[in-house]
């Protein structure tokens, strides 16, 4: 192993050596995301953030069991287990089968997480594929005396779960504190404590997704499929878990609630909760309006953007916050983030054509341990950045014959600046390598060259006609003090 992770850990806030649990393999759940409807930028922003933390754990040579789910069942539109549910809704709304919904707001979303070139997880279980598990882990629940059945829904009883387990400690809250937050229970609740939530929901006449149980039909609470499927291809406790900040106090107290009174032990080791996009300062939801789409980030088609941005642009964005800070969404912020990352591209394009001296300028031995501590710093992103912003400055250096560098140093900042400009921080180059991109390429050289014969024999007639056929087909031309440059409109 290159290099010894520290962890940050939201829950105690200590720093600690970081060794996996199963030894061999790095355990990671993240909660995925509730495909009845597209994913927004928000969304992202949290699975950016864990695909970085996955890169960066299989950089340093870590064998990673990933697992993301997909939610498809069991999310009603109330926290605590009221209003209609949501796969349901949306069904009737678009006039489809519910799995209808769930096959075309997955496909969408793992479109949006290719495009944003983010790793795909080892495994991406359903709440569906997992009804068995599901009822298994609430039957051990109920034998342990942890839940208890009223009227075919089964219900988590916090309060006693909480005389031997600090049920609001992700949060560092008392019971006391969590019971004064809650309304009241009213005549119509079944449930015996304000606190307690669903394991198994009982189906009504309606309900279009429900599934046979020993409590009658019905379909499984919201926390119990992370629970079942954490454990399943987990075991029972693992090192990793994460989600949005959002997450902390109702889902994931809910998940360890549920598997520490199914297995008698804390599941997760580190939690990790990544912070909120925010537009204006307020969180980007799908229910708050301010929740933009990525295609609608990637054309600039929406009234709070002033143009498009690439994805490669935004998820540099991303990448200039620490994943457990808010991040504000401005026009500036994104068109700083474009200029800094084609300068990155730029250097690492220019590094193959830098020459060697006998000596070198800087230190880019201390640089490459200024990576490994930015990221080892419970994966400090935006420190990362200035070193590798560094790494540029010292590669423009070199090109302008400002500073030297020697064979074996260019080596270690070519390496150094590959494996975490493209592998760690997951960026690309947006230049297409396609052949048809290439033959454009070639065929556009063969134009300029043309134009230029013209231009020389100052034919202007024929040099503008040439200029506005390529216009008819998108193609703009712009004469620079470096010569003309064209480029392709959408
Ligand atoms: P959902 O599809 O609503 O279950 O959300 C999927 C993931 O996105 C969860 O981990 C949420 O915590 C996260 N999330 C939701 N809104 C935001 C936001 N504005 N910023 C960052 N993450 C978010
Ligand atoms: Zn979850």
């Known amino acids: 192993m290159q290099n010894q992770l520290s962890i940050f850990n939201t829950l105690t806030r200590t720093k600690e050596k970081f060794e996996p649990i199963h030894k061999g393999m790095v355990g990671v759940y993240v909660c995925g995301p509730t495909v009845y409807s597209d994913v927004h930028l928000g969304n992202c922003r949290t699975f950016i953030s864990f695909d970085l933390i996955y890169r960066y754990l299989l950089h340093l040579g870590f064998k990673v069991r990933y697992v993301r789910n997909i939610t498809d069942a069991g999310h009603l539109e109330g926290d605590r287990d009221e209003g209609d549910d949501k796969f349901a809704k949306k069904a009737k709304l678009e006039q489809l089968e519910p799995m209808e919904i769930v096959q075309k707001y997955t496909l969408g979303f793992h479109d949006v997480m290719r495009e944003f070139n983010t790793l795909p997880p080892s495994i991406e279980p359903t709440a569906t594929g997992h009804i068995c598990e599901q009822i298994e882990m609430i039957k051990e629940i109920i034998a342990n005396g942890y839940a208890y059945e009223i009227k075919g829904t089964v219900y988590f009883d916090v309060e006693k779960y909480n005389k031997e387990f600090p049920y609001g400690q992700l949060t560092n809250r008392k019971l006391e504190d969590l019971l004064e937050g809650t309304r009241e229970l009213s005549g119509q609740d079944e449930k015996r404590g304000r606190l307690d939530f669903a394991l198994w929901i009982a189906a ?71 912070n909120m996009l925010t537009v204006n300062g307020v969180r980007m939801s799908k229910t708050a309006g301010n929740g933009f789409l990525p295609g609608e980030l990637f054309t600039g088609n929406h009234p709070l953007l002033e143009k498009g941005y690439s994805p490669m642009a935004v998820r540099f964005f991303m990448m200039q916050t620490h994943y457990r800070s808010t991040l504000d969404f401005s026009n500036e912020a994104l068109q700083a983030s474009e200029k800094g990352y084609a300068r990155l591209i730029t250097s690492i394009k220019t590094i193959d054509n830098l020459k060697t001296s006998a000596a070198s300028t800087s230190n880019i031995k201390e640089l490459e341990k200024a990576c490994y501590a930015a990221m080892n710093d419970d994966f400090n992103a935006p420190i990362l950045v200035a070193s590798l912003f560094e790494g540029a400055r010292i590669i423009n250096s070199v090109n302008d014959n400002k500073e030297t560098i020697t064979a074996e140093d260019l080596a270690l900042l070519k390496k150094l600046m590959h494996s975490f400009v493209f592998d760690v921080l997951g960026l690309k180059s947006e230049t297409s390598n396609s052949s048809a991109d290439k033959a454009l390429q070639g065929a556009m050289e063969v134009i300029l060259e043309i134009r230029k014969d013209i231009k020389a024999k100052k034919d202007y007639a024929a040099s503008d006609k040439l200029r506005d056929d390529l216009n008819k087909h998108n193609i703009q031309i712009k004469d620079t003090k470096d010569g003309p440059v064209w480029s392709v409109s959408e």
Not at 232 to 257: P, R, S, V
């Open 204 to 274: 009504k006449e309606e309900t279009l997704m429900k599934w046979p149980s020993p409590w009658g039909w019905g379909f499984p609470g919201w926390h119990i499929e992370c629970s079942a499927m954490s454990n399943k291809y987990l075991g029972e406790t693992f090192d990793i878990h994460g989600g949005g900040m959002d997450l902390q106090a109702t889902h994931h107290t809910n998940e360890i609630a549920q598997s520490q009174a199914c297995n008698h032990k804390a599941p997760v080791k580190y939690w990790m909760h990544t």
